[in-house]
């Protein structure tokens, strides 16, 4: 019979924290704004007003991230999104809870999770060139090297509008079935751990001792 005790332990410092929901608040107001420079001619001054507010927001938030990165510590640092034989295991236990619409079982993670750590180093990179090509438009630099800056700023939104749609059920589901509180751990960078332990009856078993052992001579 085994009984389970919970730690709550700090996973994510302040400074990935304030990066995250940065990043969160611009994202959404640049998503937002994006869409109605290109949908709607009539609000299409103030679409770009708050365009360049949130731009100017997530600008600073990217750069701390790509710092943390690359020069943070612990769960900051690009080591905690990279996959190894063990994360891959993980990942593809995460993708048949996706497929099982959570019918099967969650696998126990410290960090980032095991599928989503290496997403996570995608949509920085596309972040990187969204903002890279919103910089360039805004000085009317419509191309450089061959490259349309403005079909490569509509591909950064693309795919941060799907990962937007898929991280957002994601996250819920996790916190509904996990038991991670991975949510609220974004807010106040603790997760809760359940670690199993014997309880007091279990605890005092006689130590068990291998036949052989039994008919050997003493010394």
């Keep these: 019979m085994q009984t389970e005790t919970i730690n709550r332990v700090h996973v994510w410092s302040r400074w990935l924290r304030l990066a995250h929901w940065s990043l969160t608040v611009s994202i959404f107001g640049l998503l937002a704004s994006g869409w109605l420079l290109d949908k709607d001619p009539v609000l299409f001054a103030s679409a770009q007003d708050y365009h360049f507010i949130f731009a100017a927001l997530m600008l600073p938030a990217l750069l701390l991230r790509l710092y943390l990165l690359f020069a943070g510590k612990g769960t900051d640092h690009l080591h905690d999104c990279e996959l190894d034989r063990l994360k891959m295991a993980q990942a593809w236990a995460v993708i048949r809870f996706y497929l099982t619409l959570g019918r ?116």
């Design 104 to 219: 099967a079982p969650l696998p126990k993670w410290y960090a980032h999770n095991p599928l989503w750590g290496p997403v996570y180093l995608l949509l920085f990179l596309f972040l990187t060139l969204s903002a890279i090509s919103g910089l360039a438009l805004s000085k009317e630099l419509v191309n450089f090297a061959g490259i349309s800056m403005y079909d490569l700023h509509w591909l950064g939104y693309y795919v941060t509008i799907t990962f937007v749609c898929l991280h957002l059920p994601a996250v819920f589901s996790h916190d509904l079935s996990g038991t991670g509180s991975d949510i609220s751990a974004m807010i106040n960078g603790y997760r809760i751990f359940l670690v199993g332990k014997p309880d007091h009856l279990t605890s005092f078993r006689s130590p068990r001792v291998a036949v052989d052992d039994l008919f050997k001579p003493k010394e």
